[in-house]
């Protein structure tokens, strides 16, 4: 009789644990489906900032890196693991000559810059066409201003004619330039924001590295000379959660390549001594 009190505790006990542990698998799985219901929800954040903007960045400085010669040595970063991008890691991968040739050119002086911008540059409107065609005349040995001179364009629509002066191209460059700069610290700002989802594991990185890694790294590795001249040593360090999320996936990245090139490898060494029995 006496053990017959005990049973009731012990089903007490006994469903208490079951319901626990069931709240708590429950909660596990809201959570990681939180999680990945987040990462899909980056995504698309990052596809929109990659596709909808006034300006291609990523597309910008590939271009700009081409163009000054420095594309080959921003490859070569692939397959470094934990890079610091910081000022001197920087002078460690290009020489003060290299780094000041890429901030020179993207002067608003220099007209083969300014027309970078224009071939991704999506036009609001009618005069800003006729900016562009103008401005993609220009010749790329000659400055900003000696291309434009005292001269005047005329563009028909049809009905009216437009007359552009010296002094509206000269406007337009300055709001094209003043319009990237925007575009630029907006989008470093999303990069920031979206990679931040990821390392305070908010957003589950598995979920969406497949489709957007490759993208992602390439962009962010554009950016490397902007980064890294901002990061100073003895200053705070900027776009931290960046750096940490490109290095989590390019690290990813490189241990996968190293992995399948092993198994390749050992796949090939089999053939090889299967040839020879043979």
């Known amino acids: 009789m006496k053990g017959d009190i005990y049973i009731p505790i012990i089903s007490s006990i006994l469903s208490g644990g079951i319901s626990y542990y069931a709240a708590t698998v429950v909660h596990?799985?809201?959570?990681?489906?939180?999680?990945?219901?987040?990462?899909?929800?980056?995504?698309?954040?990052?596809?929109?900032?990659?596709?909808?903007?006034?300006?291609?960045?990523?597309?910008i400085?590939?271009?700009?890196?081409?163009?000054?010669?420095?594309?080959?040595?921003?490859?070569?970063?692939?397959?470094?693991?934990?890079?610091?991008?910081?000022?001197?890691?920087?002078?460690?991968?290009?020489?003060?000559?290299?780094?000041?040739?890429?901030?020179?050119?993207?002067?608003?002086?220099?007209?083969?810059?300014?027309?970078?911008l224009l071939r991704t540059f999506k036009n609001e409107n009618y005069?800003?066409?006729?900016?562009?065609?103008?401005?993609?005349?220009?010749?790329?040995?000659?400055t900003i201003k000696e291309n434009i001179g005292d001269k005047q364009w005329t563009f028909s629509t049809g009905e009216k004619e437009i007359v552009i002066k010296s002094n509206d191209v000269l406007q337009g460059i300055n709001t094209l330039i003043k319009k990237y700069n925007e575009t630029h610290i907006y989008c470093m700002n999303k990069l920031e924001y979206f990679s931040m989802h990821f390392t305070n594991n908010i957003a589950d990185s598995n979920t969406v590295y497949?489709?957007?890694?490759?993208?992602?790294?390439?962009?962010?590795?554009?950016?490397?000379?902007d980064i890294s001249s901002t990061?100073?040593?003895?200053?705070?360090?900027?776009?931290?959660?960046?750096?940490?999320?490109?290095?989590?996936?390019?690290?990813?990245?490189?241990?996968?390549?190293?992995?399948?090139?092993?198994?390749?490898?050992?796949?090939?060494?089999s053939f090889l001594k299967t040839e020879k029995l043979k």
């Open 210 to 225: 497949q489709s957007l890694h490759q993208i992602y790294l390439k962009t962010i590795l554009s950016l490397y000379i």
């Open 28 to 59: 596990k799985f809201n959570k990681r489906y939180k999680r990945k219901e987040k990462a899909v929800e980056m995504a698309d954040e990052f596809s929109k900032l990659i596709s909808k903007r006034s300006f291609d960045i990523g597309e």
């Open 231 to 269: 990061n100073k040593i003895g200053h705070e360090k900027f776009y931290v959660n960046l750096i940490e999320f490109y290095n989590e996936w390019n690290n990813k990245k490189i241990k996968f390549k190293k992995k399948t090139e092993k198994r390749i490898n050992k796949n090939r060494n």
């Open 127 to 142: 005069k800003e066409e006729c900016l562009r065609a103008i401005i993609l005349e220009f010749d790329n040995k000659k």
């Open 61 to 116: 400085n590939k271009k700009i890196l081409e163009n000054v010669g420095l594309q080959d040595k921003i490859n070569e970063l692939e397959n470094k693991m934990n890079l610091s991008f910081d000022n001197h890691e920087l002078r460690t991968v290009f020489t003060d000559k290299e780094i000041a040739k890429y901030h020179t050119y993207k002067k608003v002086t220099n007209t083969e810059f300014i027309k970078i």
